[in-house]
Every structure is written in C-alpha cells, then in structure tokens.
C-alpha cells in the first residue's frame, strides 16, 4: 500500500532530543566544557555528545521516521523497532556522557560507563539504520533526496564504529596499535562524519524535499542538486578511505582530506545556491515562520563555511575550530531542527487529532495551532545567542559565552513550551478544538486507538 | 521524464542481407526504463509495430525521403507507474468523473482538506478527479480507512499529480471509529 501515515514514536523521538538540548544548554550556562575546559577535554566530550547524540540525532531519527515514507511513497520497513531503538539510545546516551564525565573526574561514575553507553547507542543506531536501509532498499531507484539520506546513514555508520573504538580505547579496554592510531588521529574524521555526514548531508536532501514543499517551489531534481549529491557523497567517501589509510600507516591522508574538505565547500555552494532559488521560486508569497527561521540557519551555514575556508587557507584551522564547529552545531544544525520542528510538531498533531474527521465537521487549519508573533520573538533570540556565544568563542570570553548561552536557554524553553501549546492545542479556538470527542492528543507519547489501520 | 532516445540504425544489417529483429530486440532489452529507440531501416517495418505495441511501445514513423524510415517507438507510460489503491481497483468500470477540482496552487495540506470535504459530500459509486502540485501521502491512508478507491500518478512533465477518486459505501464513518 502506499501512502504514509503518522510515525508512531516520533513525538517520543522529538521529546527526548529537546530535553537533551535542554540539559545541553544548561552545561554551558554552568560553564561545563569547552571554552571553559580544552577543546578535547572529557568535559567538552561530554558537552558535545549531549548536543550532537541526545539532542540532534536523536531529532534527526525521529524526523526520519516521519519524513523517510514520504520521500519514497512507502512505508517503513520494520516500524515496531522505533521504540527499542528510543530506548536504547536513551540509556545509551545517558551512560555515554556520565562515561566521558568519570572521565573528567566526577566521583562515583565507573569509566565502564563510557564502553557500555558506547555500545548500547551503537546498537539503538544499528537498529534505525536498519529500519532506513531496509526502506530505502525496497524503494529503489531512489529520489535524490533519499540518496542524501542514504549517504548520511554510511556516513553514520563509519562514525559509530570509529567512535565505538574510542570509547573502547578511552577505557583503557582496548590497547591494540591500529585503534590507539585512529584515536590519535581519526577524531577529525569522526567528528567530520558525524556533523557533516550523517547530520548536515542528510539534512541537506531533506530540506530539498520538505522546502519546496512548504513553499510551494518548482520541485522538479535539479542538475545542480545532483552536483551537490555527487560532491558531498565523494568527499564523504574519501574521508571514510582515510581510515585504512590510517591503520595501515600510508602517507597523503592530509591531500587527501584537503580534497575531501574542497569538494564539501564546493557542494555546499551550490547547495546553497539552489536554496537561493528554491526561496526565489516560491509560488507562496508569504513563507511561514519555519522557512523564515531556517535563513537563520542558512545564514550561520555560509558563515561557518566561509570562516573554514578562511582557516585553511591562513593555516589557522586548529585555532578556527572552536567557534567553527560552535556556528555548525547551533546556528545551521539546531538553529534548522528548531525551525523544521516548528512546523512538523503542529501538521502531526493537526493529522492526529483532525484527520479523521476532515470533510465531515468544521477542523482548524494548521496554522490555527500555532501562534507565530511569540515564536518568532524566540527564534530571534535564539540566533541573537548564536551570534554572540560565537564571537565570545573566537575572542576566548567564557564569561560571554555563558552569558548568552543562558539567553539561549530561555529561548529554546521557550520554544520547548511553543511546542507543548501546539501539542496542547491551546492555541486554537475553543469551538473548533475537539468537535470529535473530548479526548486530545498525547504530549510526546502514541495514542494507540487511533493509529490502527485497517 | 524523458530521455534521450537510443539510436539504431539496422540499415548496414539489411543491406548485407542479414535479418535485423534479434539486434532490434536486443537493443529493446537493453533501454533503460522509459528510454524510447530510434529505428532507422530501409523500408516501413511495418511488423516490428505490433510486435513493439505487445511490448508497450507506441510507434511514430517518418519518411526519410530517400526511400529510408526514421520510426519513434517510445515507451508507454508504464502500468506500474499508476498508484492504485488496495484490493481490487478496475478503471475500466469506473464512470466518468462527477466532479473535478484543480488543487494545483494550494499548499500542502489544504489539497488534503478540500479534497475530502467534496469526496464527504459525493455519492456512493461517482468519481472525483483532481490535480495537485504533489502526490498526496498523507491522503492515501485517510481515503483507504473511509473505504474510498483510488488511482494516481504524474503527468509526462512530472510536475502534476493526477488523482481519480471513486467514492465507497457510507459505511466510512463506522470506519472512522475503529
């Protein structure tokens, strides 16, 4: 059958992911981690993998979830492995970040910590990556939207295995050469894959799919789409080479990772180009908030990429990174899942509650279950943070750095509290609000009557 | 979508006396889905049409002015292509539609909503036949669980999603509940 239908656990997904942006948040308030500590400190480990696992792979999943179905008309392969893979990667997470915070000298957390929470999210991936593959594969060939994905989860992947080995070695359980190797200098690539493989590639093709779709843009595979396609998977694919190269010691990674990063800015460009015209080709003239708020992101993209291409050409780039991976993971990566939650939350919750009875009694619109003049007031805020925390970054000032990093924090509770208004429906009129039944939706978790198909 | 067409030219074949359907066929085997075969021969291959038509080409034949044929077969547009929904979905005993609608210019998922409020007001047996700028997803399960049939796909350009919707039995709203 075609078609798609609501993902059961994607709500879960979205829950758990901003509760772990919150926690994020708050360890920079306190001023745990980088710029505070070193940039490679446990500390900062910690602070990075509550960001870049719990909170945007965890949303990432979930929006998957949703989103994978409706890029190639099918339905998920395997959907009941939504839910054990929630809560592996929960538990996994949790132990992965209190490992790194042993690490740091936290009494009373055992380093075994880091290996076990290592393992279990490993293994909560494998299951998602799984449930996508095996979509994926069913629905070949494939849309170009949905080869982005398919890259992202490679790239997933290699950064699993090679995180899983560092974490095995940062125990001290694993003492062999070629992990010891990889550790010392395989961190770049695993850091490279993870933000730019599995999170940025792949948001990059979704956002082809869902921005011409809310925008009402021309939505036909564009040569240039194809370019950035072929130039991000390459790039990808020879940083997922360097690490042979690596374990068996052959000379010109550092080329080779020149050529990898060249053909990333190249592919970003011209993604970035065919946003320009997606934006320009609207048919809608008004956009909603959630395709104004994604500029922002776009905007902290072309920042950071212009400041990576600065850094390498002066040499600077160990210097550059802080503030560099900073404006990636907040600007362009959290600043773009804040924006797109913003209108996934109400179309889920709207098909949920109102789908059924559409046709038959007077429903709200979706837009009736938000209210964009308050969360726009946020968004503001939220990229105003961006901002200053990344020049507090590149002029060394934690003490700024911290200081809007709580302005942050208010702003993403905030939205937080947008979100459950929507889920809520408290936003809209009281006569149109449940004409069907007393009974609303759940805040983050299924409602089980209601989803079964016949 | 449409591709550039696979050029065969059986001319040097008929020429030296050899008989070129295996080479045509081969040639068919060998296109890409959709991809249409440019035919060149020395005379009108005029049997090569019903044997191309079993095969889903449609022919377009042209004189080349010297005594030589230039013939177009370009593939129809596959079965598989059409979206149907489930169980037993026969076009042919569909009448035509009652009504139509063209959605193409409103954002998602207003599509959606306009469409079941015509489809809700229908009788039980007619058709509604509506374009849209998308291919509807979030529909598809919507009309299945309120026991209406359905049949859609996009135009040549790709840019046009068509839908035929046949209305069921009154017997969606006891659906709806379950």
């Given at each position: 059958m075609f078609g798609a239908t609501l993902s059961r656990w994607t709500m879960s997904y979205f829950a758990a992911a901003l509760i772990f942006l919150a926690i994020g948040e708050m360890m920079m308030v306190l001023g745990f981690g980088y710029p505070a500590s070193s940039i490679d400190a446990p500390e900062t480990l910690a602070l990075v993998h509550t960001i870049t696992l719990g909170w945007l792979s965890l949303l990432m999943a979930g929006a998957l979830l949703q989103f994978v179905p409706v890029l190639v008309g099918r339905p998920l392969s395997f959907p009941h492995l939504g839910f054990p893979a929630l809560v592996l990667l929960v538990v996994g997470i949790t132990s992965l970040v209190l490992g790194f915070a042993s690490l740091a000298g936290t009494e009373g957390l055992s380093p075994l910590l880091l290996p076990a929470g290592a393992t279990v999210t490993i293994a909560g991936l494998a299951l998602l990556v799984i449930v996508f593959a095996a979509t994926l594969w069913h629905a070949r060939p494939l849309p170009l939207p949905a080869r982005f994905v398919a890259a992202g989860l490679g790239s997933l992947v290699i950064a699993c295995l090679l995180g899983g080995t560092y974490a095995f070695v940062l125990s001290g359980l694993a003492d062999a050469p070629g992990a010891i190797d990889l550790t010392l200098e395989g961190v770049s690539l695993h850091a490279a894959l993870g933000l730019g493989g599995w999170l940025s590639f792949t948001t990059m093709g979704v956002s082809y799919r869902l921005l011409t779709m809310f925008m009402l843009s021309p939505d036909r595979e564009r040569r240039s789409s194809r370019t950035v396609w072929i130039l991000g998977a390459a790039a990808l694919g020879m940083m997922v080479c360097i690490v042979p190269m690596i374990l068996a010691g052959f000379a010109g990674r550092t080329t080779l990772l020149v050529v990898a990063a060249l053909a990333s800015v190249l592919a970003i460009g011209i993604y970035l180009a065919d946003i320009v015209r997606i934006y320009r080709g609207r048919k809608r003239r008004l956009i909603e908030l959630n395709s104004r708020a994604g500029i922002g992101a776009f905007a902290a993209l072309i920042v950071a990429t212009v400041i990576f291409v600065a850094s390498l050409i002066s040499g600077q780039i160990d210097k550059g990174v802080g503030p560099l991976v900073y404006l990636i993971t907040f600007g362009w990566l959290t600043g773009m899942g804040l924006a797109q939650l913003y209108k996934i939350v109400p179309f889920i919750t709207w098909l949920e509650c109102y789908g059924p009875l559409l046709g038959r009694m007077p429903t709200p619109r979706v837009q009736d279950l938000v209210v964009e003049t308050r969360a726009a007031f946020w968004f503001r805020l939220f990229y105003l943070t961006v901002a200053v925390a990344s020049v507090a970054l590149y002029l060394d000032n934690a003490w700024l750095f911290r200081a809007s990093s709580l302005g942050q924090l208010i702003a993403v509770n905030a939205l937080v509290f947008e979100f459950v208004a929507t889920r809520r429906l408290s936003n809209v009129p009281s006569n149109l609000r449940l004409p069907g039944g007393p009974t609303g939706p759940h805040l983050f978790f299924p409602s089980f009557q209601s989803r079964r198909q016949p | 979508m449409t591709k550039d067409p696979y050029e065969l030219d059986v001319r040097p074949l008929l020429k030296s006396g050899s008989d070129p359907f295996q080479a045509i066929m081969n040639a068919v085997d060998g296109l890409a889905p959709g991809q249409p075969l440019k035919l060149i021969a020395t005379f009108r291959p005029v049997p090569l049409f019903s044997v191309m038509a079993g095969r889903g080409f449609a022919y377009l034949d042209q004189p080349l002015g010297n005594g030589d044929w230039e013939v177009l077969f370009t593939p129809e547009e596959q079965v598989d292509e059409i979206r149907v929904s489930a169980g037993?979905?026969?076009?042919?005993t569909w009448p035509d539609p009652a009504r139509q609608l063209?959605?193409?210019?409103?954002?998602?998922p207003e599509p959606m909503v306009r469409i079941l409020a015509v489809v809700e007001k229908m009788l039980a047996g007619e058709v509604l036949f509506a374009l849209l700028a998308r291919e509807p997803l979030f529909l598809y399960p919507e009309l299945a669980k309120r026991g209406h049939k359905w049949a859609g796909n996009f135009d040549a350009a790709g840019e046009t999603y068509r839908i035929l919707i046949r209305v069921g039995g009154r017997k969606g709203h006891d659906n709806a509940e379950d």
């Open positions: - | 037993d979905t026969d076009l042919d063209d959605l193409t210019d409103l954002d998602p």
